[in-house]
């Protein structure tokens, strides 16, 4: 099961920074792929970022440079810094895990998200 741990409010400035992070109580969050999502209104959701169990990641072009991914195995927590925020940056945000294969294929539970809103 994975937990959004709200950060503080969730507005922030454009050029701002923020940090999302998820804890996963599963018994194997070390040998689990985590990764980061947003829907943004009007839109699909997309993968922002993933890390997989030895610590290689993958970002999407749009936050590549600017959201780097993180975990902490002890703490079966997973992070993502957002840094440089633009309005488009705007979206509800999800975190989900899966099995560390080639191919990220999350679970389907996805839980409510948390709103992020960049103003211009």
């Known amino acids: 099961q994975v937990q959004l741990v709200e950060p503080g409010g969730g507005l922030v400035q454009a050029g701002g920074s923020l940090r999302l992070s998820c804890v996963d109580s599963?018994?194997?969050?070390?040998?689990?792929?985590m990764g980061w999502y947003r829907q943004a209104p009007a839109k699909q959701r997309e993968l922002v970022a993933s890390?997989?169990?030895?610590?290689?990641?993958n970002y999407a072009d749009s936050v590549k440079g600017r959201f780097p991914i993180s975990r902490d195995n002890a703490k079966n927590t997973v992070y993502l810094q957002m840094n440089s925020l633009k309005p488009e940056d705007t979206a509800v945000y999800y975190c989900?895990?899966?099995?560390?294969?080639?191919?990220?294929?999350?679970?389907?539970?996805w839980g409510q998200g948390t709103q992020v809103t960049v103003s211009s």
């Open positions: 989900n895990t899966g099995a560390d294969i080639a191919t990220f294929i999350p679970s389907s539970s």
């Open positions: 599963g018994r194997s969050f070390s040998l689990r792929v």
């Open positions: 890390i997989r169990s030895g610590g290689s990641t």
